[in-house]
């Protein structure tokens, strides 16, 4: 059976509360330092003329029953043409995105920022958590929880007696360093440094594959089958006046 522990008051001063102070502000102090580090990349104008001919041809797709038909067949045309279509990509001109990641070296060097900037703080803080904090029984969660919950919670803690409940002191170093998202999105605003590593992806082209988004895109359009929805629109009027009557 579980044993119940009296957790001292001194261990929620000297443990939890440091814990969660220092953990919000290495959590700043990161997003600032790598503000610091970042340089701006120009985004490539080719990656983002396709980005942009990718939401025509979907707005085109989803629209395309409100527009006449002719005015469809032109415009999937101009998207799809084997000549010159904006859809249509050669073979030899299709493009590895990872190739061109590892061709740039300024983009390896911001990646590579990226990860000391968050590969130091985490490894000095668990070490310094690790010789300070270890074995401290930090916290009760105030609902009952399942066995599964063990290795998560206590961990450092070798003893199966103690209620699930409870958690250690590192387990709480990794909830705070996994959970603290919202927290960092209130005070530093939506775009935190947890998401940087994103977003300078998404600028640079980084896991984007135009060649095979714009043939994807193609071929969906190739096989809208088109129905205009205009001249129908009286008949659905006059069924919805009808129930609407009746």
Do not use: C
């Not at 440094?193 to 994807?216: V, Y």
């Amino acid at each position: 059976m579980a044993e119940d522990l009296v957790l001292d008051t001194a261990i929620r001063d000297w443990v939890l509360i440091p814990l969660s102070v220092v953990m919000v502000l290495i959590g700043v102090l990161r997003y600032f330092v790598s503000k610091l580090m970042r340089s701006y990349q120009v985004p490539d104008a080719k990656i983002v003329k396709e980005g942009q001919v990718i939401v025509r041809a979907r707005n085109l797709r989803s629209g395309a029953n409100f527009i006449p038909s002719k005015a469809f067949r032109a415009r999937r045309i101009y998207f799809s043409n084997e000549e010159n279509g904006l859809l249509f990509v050669p073979k030899g001109q299709a493009q590895n995105a990872q190739a061109q990641m590892f061709s740039d070296p300024n983009m390896a060097m911001d990646m590579m920022k990226k990860n000391l900037s968050m590969i130091i703080p985490q490894t000095l803080t668990f070490a310094w958590v690790n010789f300070f904090f270890s074995g401290f029984v930090a916290a009760k969660i105030p609902f009952p929880l399942t066995q599964r919950f063990r290795s998560m919670l206590q961990n450092g803690i070798d003893l199966s007696t103690v209620d699930v409940s409870y958690v250690s002191s590192r387990s709480w170093y990794f909830l705070n360093l996994f959970g603290l998202r919202g927290l960092f999105s209130l005070i530093l605003g939506e775009e935190n440094a947890m998401d940087d590593t994103q977003r300078m992806m998404q600028m640079s082209g980084f896991g984007f594959d135009p060649t095979k988004s714009l043939s994807a895109e193609k071929d969906g359009l190739d096989i809208v089958q088109h129905e205009w929805a205009l001249p129908k629109f009286e008949q659905r009027a006059e069924a919805v006046l009808r129930k609407l009557v009746s």
